[in-house]
């Protein structure tokens, strides 16, 4: 079933999944819109090099759309709202995707849940906003690069790490939320150069160690967020797209030596 087409179909009122499939590589899923369903909107499950672009997908008893054990994928242009679980969830090892552009609001769980060994992705310029619990979060998900996001007036926290360790949150916006961001048993992440303004508490860890938090704003509301260079952002894409997350840290930490 490879090398196919899932497009403009109205996939709505159903008993199961809106749209669902199952080890189609190489596939387009585009312009759909899927709701009232009785799992989720939109499900993938173990598939590679798929373009899940331009959907979607709201009032679903479960998730707007969930990718499961996808890897080496774009995300990109979706719109997931009023979903009873979660927005966008990605779970059980999707690794090497792109999540970029995408609208994740008024869902009753969290706007985007990257979730059990959801490793070395690539998370940019998305919003997650409105949303029950929190706008971003990232459980047993490692090695993510999260960059030029906004989680704004979320009822929990913008950002949200529990057990997920070597991260870069860097450049995001996180307004109005419970935490900023928040790191519960999550250690050896970066959180640099975001905004964080009118929430209850800026950043916050729990039980987490070698932690860096450096040159946030959390103070002075009004101030606008901290955009990040196009260059910097193509530059960074680049550096996680060819060489992982890894190399993308690296750069954040010849930015903070230029900065000095």
Not at 141 to 159: P, V, W
Not at 193 to 202: D, K, P, R
Request: with cysteine; charged share 10%; aromatic share 10%.
């Amino acid at each position: 079933c490879d090398y196919n087409e899932f497009i403009d179909n109205t996939c709505n009122n159903n008993d199961a999944n809106g749209i669902y499939i199952v080890g189609c590589d190489h596939s387009l899923v585009s312009g759909n819109s899927a709701f009232n369903n009785s799992i989720a909107g939109i499900s993938l499950f173990s598939e590679v090099n798929m373009t899940l672009s331009n959907n979607i997908a709201y009032n679903n008893k479960e998730n707007g759309i969930l990718l499961n054990n996808i890897d080496n994928s774009l995300v990109e242009g979706n719109n997931a709202h009023d979903n009873n679980w979660d927005g966008i969830r990605l779970q059980n090892s999707c690794r090497y995707n792109i999540i970029n552009d995408n609208i994740a609001r008024y869902n009753n769980l969290s706007g985007f849940y990257l979730f059990s060994n959801t490793d070395n992705n690539l998370f940019y310029e998305n919003t997650a906003s409105y949303n029950n619990e929190h706008g971003i979060y990232l459980e047993s998900a490692d090695d993510n690069f999260i960059t030029s996001n906004t989680a704004n007036s979320n009822e929990m926290n913008g950002i949200h790490l529990l057990n997920s360790a070597g991260n870069s949150i860097m450049s995001n916006t996180a307004n109005n939320n419970n935490n900023g961001t928040y790191l519960d048993t999550s250690n050896n992440n970066i959180v640099f150069s975001n905004v964080f303004i009118g929430n209850g508490v800026c950043f916050n860890e729990t039980g987490s160690t070698g932690n860096v938090f450096e040159d946030n704003i959390c103070t002075s509301a009004g101030l606008p967020a901290a955009p990040l260079d196009p260059f910097i952002l193509g530059l960074i894409i680049g550096l996680v797209i060819g060489f992982g997350a890894l190399a993308a840290v690296l750069l954040i930490f010849l930015l903070r030596g230029r900065k000095k």
